[in-house]
């Protein structure tokens, strides 16, 4: 499986971006599928997942209503809006081994998120 991020870039505070990811095989579909990201100096934390259903949805307290994760079928996205300059990271899709959340089974490339003040 081969997992293609897109969609990171700079903007300022306050601004948002939606970042993409997109599977290569319909395998996928029927897992579970995230967000992580590792800011300069840290570790990689996670951010937000959605089941394989695409019904439920978990986030990082960090980012719970601000950013938004999507899925349609083997794409996911991650609506990121309100952000702060502490969301600059790199930012990495997964998918996970299973239905719901868990351990992964794949991770993508990542994609740089830079947030000005």
């Known amino acids: 499986v081969q997992l293609q991020a897109s969609g990171g870039g700079l903007v300022q505070a306050g601004g948002s971006l939606r970042l993409s990811c997109a599977a290569s095989?319909?395998?996928?579909?029927?897992?579970?599928m995230g967000w992580f990201r590792r800011a300069p100096g840290k570790e990689r934390e996670f951010v937000a997942s959605?089941?394989?259903?695409?019904?439920s949805t978990d986030y990082a307290d960090s980012v719970k209503g601000r950013f938004t994760i999507s899925r349609d079928n083997v794409k996911v996205y991650l609506q990121m809006n309100s952000l702060e300059p502490e969301d600059t990271a790199v930012y990495y899709c997964?998918?996970?081994?299973?239905?719901?959340?868990?351990?992964?089974?794949?991770w993508g490339q990542g994609t740089l998120v830079t947030v000005s003040s």
């Open positions: 997964a998918v996970y081994m299973g239905p719901v959340a868990g351990r992964i089974a794949y």
């Open positions: 959605i089941n394989w259903r695409g019904g």
């Open positions: 095989r319909r395998t996928s579909s029927n897992n579970a």
